[in-house]
């Protein structure tokens, strides 16, 4: 079984190819894509869990593809953005836009993608589950109503 289904999108072939393995040994299905447009036509067409996504990539770049997404196909599709030219303007600019969660490359290790991967898909999971059954949601986290 499957623990999810994560799309890789890179412009280097090497560096998709590295995490898709990494991946597929944590138990993933990976699917690649080497441009944005790529990787809109896989998200339309695919049960996607995850989007990796790189910034900076010929045509369409991260942000592009990740307010198409966001905007057009899955809403709440959690997409991690992938970058080597980061800076702190560049990552708030991602996450306002619904990034879940953004990485410097060259990665430490290719464990700290694995890992970011399980922890956002964990986090998904969970906050998806407590929006279908809000009973099962730990009633300390309300706030007392004021009068």
Do not use: W
């Not at 993933?28 to 990796?52: F, H, Q, T």
């Amino acid at each position: 079984m499957s623990n999810g289904t994560i799309l890789v999108v890179d412009d280097h072939e090497e560096l998709r190819e590295l995490l898709q393995h990494v991946l597929i040994s944590k138990g993933y299905k990976v699917l690649s894509a080497s441009n944005g447009e790529e990787a809109i036509e896989k998200v339309r067409a695919n049960g996607i869990d995850l989007a990796l996504l790189d910034m900076k990539m010929p045509g369409m770049n991260g942000i592009e593809v990740l307010r198409t997404i966001k905007n057009e196909i899955n809403s709440s599709l959690p997409v991690i953005i992938m970058t080597a030219y980061g800076s702190p303007e560049t990552a708030v600019r991602a996450m306002r836009l619904g990034a879940s969660d953004y990485l410097c490359k060259p990665f430490d290790t290719t464990e700290q993608v694995a890992t970011a991967v399980k922890e956002c898909l964990d986090s998904h999971r969970r906050i998806s589950k407590e929006m279908e059954d809000p009973l099962t949601t730990d009633p300390s986290h309300f706030l007392p109503l004021s009068d």
